[in-house]
């Protein structure tokens, strides 16, 4: 386990050429994890998030929950947007598209953190045994990949994506 600090923190500053990560732990205490950069991955950090906060099919619940103490969290999370999208843009999910960065610090710390866990594990299908048996691993995804075309978004999908 380490403790994670924004990596633009490594940039100089001033006449010294010290940076406020070289401060950070110059006088970062012992007793404590070690301070490290954070993956400043933003998308991988995002989908990490979101994927945590979807509820579990079997549990029912998330793997992670937002208290309405963190207030400054909750803001944050109302107020995150993306750049508006140009006519002939609409529709099309750019591969490149990155948050509007204004306002964020609690949402990137939250991101430093999540971004470090495992993946959520996947529900196997109890019927997927069964499949495998009849077709290869490729025919089973390109069967659930048409099935999830056609079928409707879920409910339990609150932001739409798939993740």
């Known amino acids: 386990m380490s403790a994670k600090i924004d990596p633009s923190t490594k940039a100089r500053r001033g006449g010294t050429g010290a940076s406020d990560f070289d401060e950070y732990h110059r006088v970062w205490p012992e007793h404590l994890p070690p ?3 954070a993956k400043n991955d933003v998308q991988l950090g995002i989908d990490r998030v979101k994927s945590y906060l979807k509820v579990h099919p079997k549990t ?6 937002i208290f309405d103490k963190c207030t400054n969290l909750l803001e944050e999370v109302t107020t995150y ?24 610090h609690a949402l990137d710390a939250l991101r430093y953190m999540i971004v470090d866990l495992p993946a959520p594990y996947k529900v196997e299908d109890d019927s997927y045994s069964e499949r495998l048996k009849k077709y290869t691993n490729i025919e089973i995804r390109m069967q659930d990949e048409i099935a999830a075309l056609k079928a409707p978004k879920e409910p339990k999908d609150p932001f739409g994506d798939g993740i």
Not at 60 to 65: A, D, G, I, T, W
Not at 81 to 104: A, T
């Open 81 to 104: 947007r993306y750049p508006d999208l140009k006519p002939q843009q609409q529709g099309i999910k750019s591969e490149d598209e990155k948050p509007i960065k204004v306002d964020d």
């Open 35 to 37: 301070l490290g950069l």
């Open 60 to 65: 029912n619940k998330p793997m992670l929950y």
